[in-house]
């Protein structure tokens, strides 16, 4: 029997249910409806009272979730689709994350964004914002890729006392599935190796991390050692064990499924070009959506986004460099 990254998500928010009284699930449609993406199905039945449908007023929730967590509740809150968290984007900076700094009081909410395209989403439903969030200080921004950090990490985001953006990927939701959920897990803030090279590494996370395995399928029938590094979160960000790996490969590639401008890429990069130069046999490189919104049509969609294609290409230049 196998479950899959969506099962996980749902599965996580019952064990915080049933394990802590403090927590409630608020959101549109959330209730009998069961989700947009059906996340949080039975689970209004299962925990009555603490799974609450939501006026469609994306300020107005998070303003409420952080009521209730400064007043010692943990609140999980769905965002139908990532791109709407933008409407309570001024509770999310400038409430939540400066609540702590501001008055020693812990805000601990968790924000779950369905994020990342799918075929036909267009512009408004398939936003990956995980670098704007990751701009403010008190945020955690978490970027699962995988069942069993899906399960772990949400279940991590409901305990801590911090905000918690948690960027969950609609792709994945029935794409991946593992054996069984985890019994443990690396903690927040630690990437890990999701596969091991000598000649290059990629670096990605969230959705991106399959495209770089595939990749790195692909390269080793070329005689192309590919290290792929799954960051898992982006905020905080494990530099060192970028750096570790690029120190055994000498070569490096960033690739994230967001805008160029600012984002996840450029930070890593950035890290590495400043701290760890010396460990670069070539110029580092990056690999983006492109600059513009999101297209609907599924082939401007494919092109849209990084592929393993288009990843593979980045990756045979590198290695020429």
Same mark, same amino acid.
């Given at each position: ?49 603490? !799974? !609450? ?14 009521? @209730?967590?400064?007043?010692?509740? #943990? ?122 090279? #000598? ?23 070329? @005689? ?57 046999? @070539? ?10 919104? !999101? ?12 592929? @393993? ?13």
């Amino acid at each position: 029997m196998s479950i899959t990254y969506l099962e996980a998500i749902r599965e996580a928010q019952a064990r915080a249910l049933a394990d802590d009284p403090r927590v409630f699930i608020y959101g549109q449609d959330v209730g009998e409806f069961g989700g947009a993406f059906k996340a949080t199905k039975n689970l209004a039945q299962e925990y009555p009272g603490r !799974v !609450v449908d939501a006026p469609i007023s994306e300020d107005a929730i998070v303003g409420a979730a952080i009521g @209730a967590a400064i007043e010692g509740m #943990r609140p999980i809150v769905e965002m139908q689709f990532a791109d709407f968290s933008t409407v309570g984007f001024n509770q999310i900076v400038n409430q939540a994350a400066t609540m702590f700094w501001r008055t020693r009081v812990p805000c601990p909410i968790t924000i779950r964004l369905p994020g990342g395209g799918t075929t036909g989403s267009g512009p408004f439903h398939s936003q990956s914002l995980e670098a704007i969030y990751a701009h403010y200080p008190g945020l955690v921004v978490m970027t699962p890729a995988t069942v069993e950090d899906a399960y772990s990490m949400l279940l991590e985001a409901v305990a801590i006392d911090d905000p918690v953006i948690f960027c969950e990927h609609k792709f994945l939701y029935y794409h991946l599935k593992a054996e069984r959920l985890p019994t443990e897990a690396l903690p927040t803030g630690k990437a890990r190796i999701a596969r091991a090279g #000598r000649d290059m590494t990629i670096v990605a996370y969230s959705a991106m991390v399959h495209e770089a395995l595939a990749v790195a399928e692909e390269l080793a029938t070329e @005689a192309i050692e590919v290290e792929v590094v799954d960051l898992r979160s982006i905020k905080p960000l494990d530099t060192d064990t970028v750096m570790a790996s690029v120190a055994r490969t000498g070569r490096l590639l960033c690739v994230g499924e967001s805008w160029p401008w600012g984002g996840v890429t450029a930070e890593v990069i950035s890290r590495v070009a400043s701290e760890g130069f010396d460990l670069l046999d @070539a110029p580092p490189q990056r690999l983006n959506a492109k600059d513009t919104p !999101v297209p609907y049509h599924p082939n401007l969609w494919a092109a849209h986004r990084p592929t @393993a294609r288009s990843i593979a290409a980045a990756a045979r230049n590198l290695i020429r460099l």
